[in-house]
């Protein structure tokens, strides 16, 4: 293990940097990051959070053809562990007591499994069931990664090549060539290495998911703070099997990044537009319906009052979602509300890159979203709930934590 700088009460913003040219797996990423100083209890808190009593985080000492690396092992304490299905997924991330950034980085690793076994079996992503990189153990790969990258204060992750190995592996549907085909989907427009002839499965579904949190790139400019070795199961003879990262700082004078890793992905381009107008439904119920339809993949939903026949006051219901979730938030849309009907148009969406910055108002941490467009940062807002939070904490209004939070022009990490 890399020994850590001093404990900072604001850590600056940091880059990830993984060496995946061996492969890579969702247990080696954690074994990383482990490796790199994040705290075995942490990562066990995150995962709790989704999966509670199911699973407990392991990690040994141990060596891959002769390189000291961490090994993490995810055991079960709660047997009979379902297979589920994304829609059960995601909702028990987005419904967890966790922080946003780790949500949206886990829900959106997620949601590309479930589009790439959703084109694979040629059915909607709703009905997705997985089976491998659906278990427990891939469940708290990806929440123990994603809650690690939030411990680190990593912004921005760029990773190497990938080396996807070679030969055959067996998984739930029968023996299949290796490269799988949910890991040549997932690495699509991403350079890739061969492996060691008859090396099996070098990197897995869910460690090419969490690669794409990222984009491809050599080792950028930074300052190291942390480096970290994950050791696959495999003890290959002259193939380490591992994944490196070196944590850090970005150089001075290193343009910003411009984050995206934690939006869903195909933020731009072809959307779908759902509309209809209700006026029986118990008002009362629609602050769950809209938390649910966007839960499910709308990028928002909202409510617009009017007046209908025989002034009867009602609501017309909109929502914007990718062309490919119309029909599993159509099926949401008639199963939760009283409407007959639902009218649908194509439109077009551009969105800014965006990421979570934080500050300090009298010792309460509040996330500021940044919108960036082209590299250059247009617009900063608090994150309202954690606004009310400071307000109640502090005993203060809050329109007063507002006008503080936003007296400065807010900069990674800066304390008020």
């Known amino acids: 293990m890399t020994e850590q700088t001093p404990s900072d009460p604001n850590p600056p913003p940091r880059t990830l940097w993984i060496d995946a040219t061996h492969g890579v797996a969702g247990d080696m990423l954690l074994g990383a990051l482990i490796d790199a100083g994040v705290p075995v209890g942490t990562i066990q808190a995150a995962v709790d959070a989704v999966i509670p009593g199911a699973v407990r985080i392991a990690t040994s000492a141990t060596t891959r053809a002769g390189m000291r690396a961490t090994h993490a092992k995810v055991e079960l304490l709660a047997p009979d562990q379902p297979h589920r299905g994304w829609h059960t997924i995601d909702h028990l991330i987005a419904a967890a007591d966790l922080d946003r950034t780790t949500k949206d980085r ?68 029968g023996e299949l060539a290796v490269p799988g085909p949910a890991v040549v989907d997932l690495a699509l427009g991403w350079p890739t290495l061969p492996g060691p002839t008859d090396s099996g499965e070098l990197t897995t579904p869910t460690g090419m998911a969490l690669l794409r949190l990222g984009t491809p790139g050599p080792l950028p400019a930074l300052t190291p703070t942390a480096v970290g070795t994950g050791a696959g199961t495999k003890d290959f003879p002259g193939h380490a099997n591992v994944t490196r990262v070196v944590v850090g700082v970005a150089a001075e004078g290193t343009p910003a990044p411009t984050p995206g ?141 507002l006008r503080r939070a936003g007296s400065t022009n807010p900069q990674p990490d800066a304390a008020i």
């Open 106 to 173: 886990a829900r959106a690793t997620f949601r590309r499994l479930g589009e790439v076994e959703s084109r694979a079996h040629g059915i909607p992503l709703s009905e997705v069931h997985f089976h491998e990189v659906g278990a427990w153990d891939s469940i708290a790969d990806i929440v123990g990664v994603c809650a690690a990258l939030t411990h680190l204060t990593v912004t921005d992750v760029v990773a190497s090549p990938v080396a996807l190995g070679d030969g055959t592996v067996r998984m739930a549907h």
């Open 261 to 401: 890793a934690v939006e869903t992905p195909s933020e731009h381009g072809a959307r779908m537009m759902l509309e209809c107008t209700i006026d029986d439904l118990d008002p009362r119920l629609w602050p769950a319906i809209l938390d649910r339809l966007v839960d499910a993949g709308a990028d928002d939903a909202w409510l617009i009052p009017t007046l209908m026949r025989k002034g009867r006051p009602g609501h017309v219901l909109q929502l914007t979602a990718r062309p490919d979730l119309a029909d599993d938030l159509r099926a949401l849309i008639y199963r939760h509300t009283t409407t007959l009907g639902i009218r649908s148009w194509e439109i077009h969406r551009d969105a800014l890159d965006r990421d979570f910055r934080t500050i300090e108002v009298e010792g309460q941490t509040i996330r500021i979203k940044q919108g960036w467009h082209e590299g250059e940062l247009v617009t900063s807002q608090p994150e309202y709930a954690d606004v009310a939070a400071a307000a109640a904490a502090l005993g203060l209004p809050e329109l007063e934590i």
